[in-house]
Structures are given as C-alpha cells and as structure tokens.
C-alpha cells in the first residue's frame, strides 16, 4: 500500500511517517499543496493524508482539485482547527474523514486501516437501483436524486446513505455507523458521524417537509419515509 502525506511541518511529517511505516506501508512525501497535488496527479496512491494549512495551495484546494479531475483516492484530511465548520468545509471539499491535531499515533493509525480496508458500496449490490420514496440511488452510475433532482455526495455520504437505506427504518447507533461505514469498531471521541449525518440530512432532506433522517434521542439515528411503500 502506498500512502502520500502531504504536511508542511517537518517535526510532525516525521511522526506521520514512522507511524505509517510502522503498519508497513510505504510512504511518499510532499511539504507544499503545489507539489502534493502533482505527486496525486502523476502517481497511483491508496491514500492521501492531507494537512489543510499548505503553503501554495491549502488542502482544502488540493482536495477540490483531485475530486474535480475525477481522483477518487481516499483522502484523510489534518487539521488544527477542529470545529465543526471547518471539518464540513474539508468534507464538503471530498475528503473522506479527518482527524484534529493534536492526535493519538493509535488513532492515526486506526483511521488509516479503516479507510485501506474500505471497498466502495459494499452496502449496495452492483448495478442496482434503489428507490425509497421520491429518493433513487443509482449504484452503476453512482448518481442519486430526489424528486427527479440530483444531489452530489462525496463517497462517504454515498455510503453513509447506502447503509441508512440498507437498514431503513432501524435505528443505527454511533457506534453502528462507524462500524459499517468507516470501519472503525471502537468509540474514538470524536464527532464524525454526527457531522456526516447532520451534513447528509442537509443534501438529502434540503427543500421538503418530508424528512428522511430522523433522529432517536440517546440512541441513534433511523431513516424512514412515513409515504414510503
């Protein structure tokens, strides 16, 4: 497995590294967005680490670079600024988790074998169409639409929402979600599925009364259409 990092703090992009190392991966490096973004371009990656404050382009530019020419490496992406604005601003951008310096090597490391061990639409079999009401998830075309109306979801909304129909009308704990979406079968600390759900329910229930991702207080989420057959 190849891992680019692109971080332009010396001290920590040697932590990165012999932490990556010690998984037994191998690791590339670049200490500037310009350099990253090429590297990204020209080399077949398994993962990108992508600190967000770069010198010549920031991470978050990188990241809407890759996705925009159709680069679908798994993006994890580093911040120091760890609210939740800037997290949905990094997920929005296509990066498919993240992760608050300061952080735990253990954690690190977890995040990078969660998102290694990850295969695309597990939840959905291929060349299916799933309809749930008015929603229409198209697997082939990885395209989804509401009420006829596209809506664009980074990769890990389309699972997130992949594993909500899947299991509709269940109510799905954290600790479910990360399971079965990020891989992850231990409570981190962190609030990412609440980010990712609460941004999801933005792009999926955006203009309508009728809800699809409801919240069950103290024990999770369900996703339901009361119309649907």
């Not at 010396?10 to 500037?32: C, N, R, W």
């Not at 798994?74 to 951008?93: C, H, K, Q, R, W």
């Not at 988790?97 to 959905?124: H, M, S, T």
């Not at 129909?165 to 992850?184: A, C, T, Y």
Request: proline share 2%; charged share 30%.
């Amino acid at each position: 497995m190849n891992i680019l990092i692109v971080e332009d703090e010396f001290d920590v992009l040697k932590v990165l590294k012999k932490a990556i190392e010690q998984e037994g991966y191998t690791v590339s490096m670049a200490m500037d967005g310009d350099t990253g973004l090429k590297m990204a371009k020209q080399h077949k990656f398994d993962l990108l680490i992508l600190d967000i404050m770069l010198p010549e382009k920031n991470g978050i530019e990188v990241c809407r670079n890759l996705r925009a020419n159709n680069i679908c490496t798994p993006i994890l992406m580093l911040t120091a600024l760890d609210s939740t604005e800037n997290i949905v601003t990094g997920l929005d951008a296509g990066a498919d988790d993240y992760l608050a310096k300061p952080f735990k090597i253990v954690e690190l490391q977890a995040r990078v074998k969660a998102l290694l061990r990850r295969r695309p639409n597990d939840n959905i079999k291929k060349s299916e169409i799933l309809k749930f009401g008015d929603l229409e998830v198209d697997n082939e075309a990885k395209s989804v639409k509401r009420a006829g109306q596209s809506i664009n979801l980074t990769a890990t909304e389309y699972r997130l929402l992949s594993y909500f129909i899947k299991n509709r009308r269940r109510v799905l704990s954290r600790m479910d979600i990360l399971e079965n979406v990020w891989d992850v079968n231990y409570d981190m600390g962190t609030n990412v599925v609440d980010v990712y759900v609460n941004y999801l329910r933005k792009k999926i229930d955006k203009n309508t009364s009728n809800k699809l991702i409801h919240t069950k207080v103290g024990m999770g989420y369900y996703f339901n259409d009361e119309h649907a057959v």
